[in-house]
């Protein structure tokens, strides 16, 4: 996916989260080529990438339609993933080499970049590269998948997390404690510290919701 590609799915991600589009509204992918002053192309294949987030649902006959994500599945979801990356976590922390973790302290320090310059969308992309980091290390393509696939659907809330006020701070300590329990060999703490990481529960989840529905109630006003 170009650079160009990822700006224009992120730029309709955006619209459905914020409310600009609402649920159940169709997207036109006429109206929509014109207003980006593109094809009806790449509208359509970032349309059906949406889809395979949950975001964007295609009715047969129909078109496509902003859905909905439901706070229940939203942690439902975010749970699963949490276990699932510190399952990768512990695999990382038990089979790391040296160049492993030079690798994993260099994505660590782009992260630190990323959240300096206090674009969130940098720091989710640069964020992306050192869970994928671990993944790799990690081994295990069968987890590797069922991450790929939840993680799509996850995409967008994970953004918008990301701009709540002093949470890429705050995930970057956790990534200190993270890359320091690999670094030790620690599968246990590894796990641990990956789990409390990904997952959003308790105030953090409250404020993913918070700001869903302050930045919905802005469009709408």
Sequence with gaps: MTKSETSLRDALEDRILTGMIRPGERLDEAALAHEFNVSRTPIRQALFQLAATGLVEHIPRRGAFAAEVGPQKLSEMFEVIAELESLCARNCARRATALDVQDLTALHRACAQAAGSG?????YYANEKFHAAIRSIGGNGFLHGEIDRLQKRLQA?????????????SSLEEHETIVTAIKSGDSNAAAAAMRGHVSIQGDRFADLLATLSRTQAGHAA
């Design 157 to 169: 809330y994970r953004r918008l997390q990301l701009r709540a006020r002093d949470r890429m701070a």
């Design 119 to 123: 674009d969130s969308d940098a720091y």
